[in-house]
T-cell receptor, first 114, second 113 residues
Framework: AQSVTQLDSQVPVFEEAPVELRCNYS??????LFWYVQYPNQGLQLLLK??????LVKGINGFEAEFNKSQTSFHLRKPSVHISDTAEYFC????????????FGSGTRLQVQP | NAGVTQTPKFQVLKTGQSMTLQCAQD?????MYWYRQDPGMGLRLIYY???????DKGEVPNGYNVSRLNKREFSLRLESAAPSQTSVYFC????????????FGPGTRLTVL
């Protein structure tokens, strides 16, 4: 079975500073990787996904993530954050076969301070 | 085109009461899922339905039942609510082809006293 570990439960950062949210996964088979964002009292919205090809993927709102197979990581980055990026971020994986349900990490709360 | 809708948005139950959470999607997708979200645990799969008339257990199915009566609707039922079922419940539906976005509803916040 696959699993996802998000190493930081909370990340405080000042506005316009860079940020990295860490995600590691484990799986014995190929997986697809996703980052979702959840703004307060809302559902989840897809930020970006890695299915195949280039290991650097770009998403919405200036976020990007890099897939590293040897380190089984899929860290999310943004070079300059805004107050509006304050939200909870979830890393998720799904297998390339079967029911395609997502396995989520525990989430990282990004708190952008002025 | 509303995507995935859920009702109700909020609900408070007493221990032992029953209720049904409703989910509907207007994207003509085959698959639908129910997740629960608890602090520090991310989202966990309760039940899923790969197509109309089929359902299967996920990671945390105990205490729940589901019904997929048609392609649009997938309901989650708590027969005898327990405080451990206090959570936020999300319904989701992925595209049928490819591995793109899974569309989520706005969630139902349930409190069991």
């Amino acid at each position: 079975a696959q699993s996802v570990t998000q190493l930081d439960s909370q990340v405080p950062v000042f506005e316009e500073a860079p940020v990295e949210l860490r995600c590691n996964y484990s799986s014995s088979v190929s997986v697809y990787l996703f980052w979702y964002v959840q703004y307060p009292n809302q559902g989840l919205q897809l930020l970006l996904k890695y299915l195949s090809g280039s290991t650097l993927v770009k998403g919405i709102n200036g976020f990007e993530a890099e897939f590293n197979k040897s380190q089984t990581s899929f860290h999310l980055r943004k070079p300059s954050v805004h107050i509006s990026d304050t939200a909870e971020y979830f890393c998720a994986v799904t297998l390339d076969t079967g029911r395609r349900a997502l396995t989520f990490g525990s989430g990282t709360r990004l708190q952008v301070q002025p | 085109n509303a995507g995935v809708t859920q009702t109700p948005k909020f609900q408070v139950l007493k221990t032992g009461q029953s209720m049904t959470l409703q989910c509907a999607q207007d994207m003509n997708h085959n698959s639908m899922y129910w997740y629960r979200q608890d602090p520090g645990m991310g989202l966990r799969l309760i039940y899923y339905s790969a197509s109309e008339g089929t359902t299967d257990k996920g990671e945390v199915p105990n205490g729940y039942n589901v019904s997929r009566l048609n392609k649009r609707e997938f309901s989650l039922r708590l027969e005898s609510a327990a405080p451990s079922q206090t959570s936020v419940y999300f319904c989701a539906s992925p595209r049928d082809r490819g591995w793109g976005e899974q569309f989520f509803g706005p969630g139902t916040r349930l409190t069991v006293l």
